[in-house]
């Protein structure tokens, strides 16, 4: 392995991660957004146009698929295999990171839950 590694996770498992999620992030409300418009899943592509938040380019994460695993050290992390990986847009990974990090005893609620 050559060039810089990403963040998270290798290059080739970050690839692998997006192609098993059609490069669309994976949060299903865990963020603490319901995303109720776009079938209760988070509608951010890789390199798609953002609209709000800032605009520019989404960039989607390869980051643990379990809420409670985002907060694991980088080095665990990086050792996950790709099934227990999800694609997350930065909005999403930070704000459910952030509910982790406040909530880390509480479950998180069910999105189903809320209906
Ligand atoms: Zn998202
Ligand atoms: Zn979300």
């Known amino acids: 392995m050559t060039g810089r590694v990403p963040p998270l996770a290798g290059a080739g498992l970050w690839q692998a991660v997006m192609a098993a999620a059609a490069g669309r992030c994976q949060c ?10 776009t079938d209760g899943r988070c509608d951010r592509v890789h390199n798609g146009y953002q609209t709000r938040h800032g605009g520019g380019r989404v960039r989607l994460l390869a980051a643990p698929a379990d809420p409670a695993a985002l907060l694991l050290p ?3 992390v990086a050792a996950l295999p790709k099934r227990e990986l999800a694609a ?10 952030t509910r982790q990090t406040k909530q880390d005893i509480t ?9």
């Open 28 to 37: 299903r409300g865990t963020c603490g957004t319901t995303h109720a418009k």
């Open 107 to 115: 479950p998180a609620v069910e999105p189903d839950a809320l209906f």
């Open 74 to 76: 980088a080095h665990r």
């Open 88 to 97: 997350w847009c930065e909005r999403c990974h930070d704000a459910t990171r």
